[in-house]
């Protein structure tokens, strides 16, 4: 099978051009249970200060935003509004603090040799994931220059 056919199986093309327009490119191992290494390709989405700030106005607003119009909901207003509320700030918060976020990746899985979709999450080496087809849990970490 070919390199492209293997991947177009495991990431469809829609996702993959998304990836490769918001993210960076980055080699990884991946290291299974069993003590085996394989390779793989992650996209690692970065945001500066100002991006993180309008991320952090847009999610808040949107939260604060759901809570005015909640005011309008007989009976659910009275948890709805507070929940709104209070999850401005939270949302606020969170989207300032991430400067990083893996968008997602491929690679081999180390024990069986099948594909491995490596799902979206936050940066936090190494990652952790588990292979859809033995179910072996596997860690992926930056490749080694």
Not at 44 to 73: D, P, T
Not at 137 to 143: D, G, H, P, Q, Y
């Amino acid at each position: 099978m070919k390199k492209d056919e293997t991947l177009n199986s495991i990431v469809p093309p829609e996702k993959l051009k998304k990836w490769q327009t918001l993210g960076k490119k980055t080699a990884v191992e991946i290291l299974g249970s069993s003590g085996n290494i394989s390779q793989g390709e992650i996209f690692i989405q970065q945001w500066n200060k100002s991006e993180r700030l309008a991320q952090a106005v847009k999610w808040g607003s949107i939260y604060w935003a759901l809570a005015v119009i909640c005011v309008f909901i007989p009976i659910l207003h009275f948890v709805l509004v507070p929940a709104f509320v209070l999850a401005g700030p939270i949302a606020f918060y969170i989207n300032l603090k991430r400067e990083k976020l893996v968008l997602g990746g491929f690679g081999t899985c180390p024990k069986c040799g099948e594909n491995l979709p490596i799902e979206k999450s936050k940066v936090e080496w190494p990652l952790a994931d588990l292979c859809t087809h033995c179910h072996n849990t596997v860690k992926i970490s930056l490749m080694k220059s």
